[in-house]
């Protein structure tokens, strides 16, 4: 299979692509208020059932993002071992902007 902590591989692109995919933001709340992506989801990475539930079902796509990429990883990992299928680390908040050209929002 593909290696543990591969943000990019196979079907990664799609994800980014996919209609409907959510971009799931595991920072804090205070972290996100200070500045997110537009349209992303807050589900702090202390709560993974929430993190699951903001992804919703285990074929859905969804981008996860933190401050640096940790956090997030720890989300992607959970989320696998619960079998979601296309969920993908997307970084930080940050790249996840600058992939999408945007600014962050307050």
Same mark, same amino acid.
Do not use: K, M
């Given at each position: 299979? *593909?290696?543990?902590?591969? %943000?990019?591989?196979?079907? /990664?692109?799609?994800?980014? =692509? /996919? ?7 595991? @920072? ?17 990475? *202390? ?5 699951? &539930? /903001? ?18 990883? @720890?989300?992607? *990992? ?7 299928? @296309? ?5 930080? %908040? =940050?790249?996840? /902007?600058? &992939?999408? &050209?945007?600014?962050?929002? &307050?």
């Amino acid at each position: 299979g *593909q290696a543990a902590g591969q %943000a990019a591989g196979p079907g /990664a692109a799609s994800i980014w =692509e /996919a209609e409907g995919r959510t971009l799931v933001d595991v @920072r804090t709340p205070e972290e996100f208020a200070a500045g997110h992506v537009p349209g992303s989801v807050n589900a702090p990475v *202390q709560d993974l059932e929430a993190v699951a &539930r /903001a992804v919703g079902a285990p074929d859905a796509p969804a981008v996860v993002f933190c401050a640096r990429g940790s956090r997030a990883e @720890r989300a992607v *990992q959970d989320l696998r071992r619960r079998g979601y299928t @296309r969920v993908i680390n997307g970084g930080g %908040a =940050e790249d996840v /902007a600058r &992939r999408l &050209r945007v600014g962050l929002v &307050r």
